[in-house]
């Protein structure tokens, strides 16, 4: 089942924040956060397994809800490198582990 | 993480023809997937590649469309049959690795497929 990403895009400027939603119906095991840069592969972000968890790199950092159903990424600071389009893949329990892909935001940082 | 090349990058073709895209990895792999990216859509698995076996198709792709070879470790094509225009699409090649205790993505570039 595709998890629903809010919003669909966000434009920024540098410097400012921005927050990136993935909510599925059903528990998930794991949520997938990646992004695109346009022309460019998708790149791995980083990865949640556990309720309540939160982590992050850098000035991205991302947290995974206790019921497991909600994951948000959060972009604090925005640089003009952190346009692209930012997927979130999910897993559920007893499905396969290959993450299914949300629609996607786009996000546009500009100077 | 493995590097992952694909050919061609981009492609115009003819409605009714076929293509065959390449994926290259720089170490072997147990599993390869084929991913459909259609103009501002989502990732969608079209099917697994395992080597030495048929490829496990995901609902609404089949073989005959869309068949797959993978004759070793570090090599898989995908071929896309009878092309329409609907066919348009970056079509992208994945392999798993372990992060963090969870198996994640690497993507190739994707080829950027234009059917007229």
């Known amino acids: 089942q595709q998890p629903v990403q809010s919003p669909q895009a966000v434009i920024l400027r540098e410097g400012e924040d921005a927050v990136i939603n993935c909510s599925s119906s059903?528990?998930?095991?794991?949520v997938h956060w990646y992004r695109q840069k346009h022309g460019e592969a998708p790149v791995f972000l980083m990865i949640l397994l556990k309720g309540g968890e939160q982590k992050g790199h850098d000035k991205i950092s991302a947290s995974f809800n206790e019921k497991k159903q909600q994951s948000s990424l959060y972009l604090t600071a925005s640089q003009l490198s952190y346009s692209g389009t930012y997927f979130c893949?999910?897993?559920?329990?007893?499905?396969?582990?290959?993450?299914?892909f949300g629609r996607g935001t786009s996000l546009i940082v500009h100077p | 993480s493995a590097v992952i090349s694909q050919k061609p990058s981009r492609d115009i073709c003819q409605r009714g023809t076929s293509l065959t895209i390449q994926c290259q990895v720089d170490?072997?792999?147990?599993?390869m997937f084929w991913y459909r990216q259609q103009p501002g859509q989502s990732l969608t698995l079209i099917a697994t590649?395992?080597?030495?076996?048929?490829?496990?198709?995901e609902s609404g792709f089949v073989i005959d469309k869309f068949p797959i070879s993978r004759p070793n470790l570090t090599f898989s094509t995908l071929t896309v049959s009878n092309m329409s225009p609907e066919d348009s699409s970056i079509y992208l090649c994945?392999?798993?690795?372990?992060?963090?205790?969870?198996?994640?993505?690497?993507f190739g570039a994707g080829s950027r497929l234009t059917v007229l």
């Open positions: 170490s072997q792999v147990t599993m």
């Open positions: 994945s392999v798993d690795r372990l992060s963090s205790g969870a198996n994640v993505l690497t």
């Open positions: 893949g999910t897993e559920t329990s007893g499905g396969s582990y290959i993450p299914t």
């Open positions: 059903k528990a998930l095991y794991s």
């Open positions: 590649a395992n080597q030495g076996s048929e490829a496990t198709y």
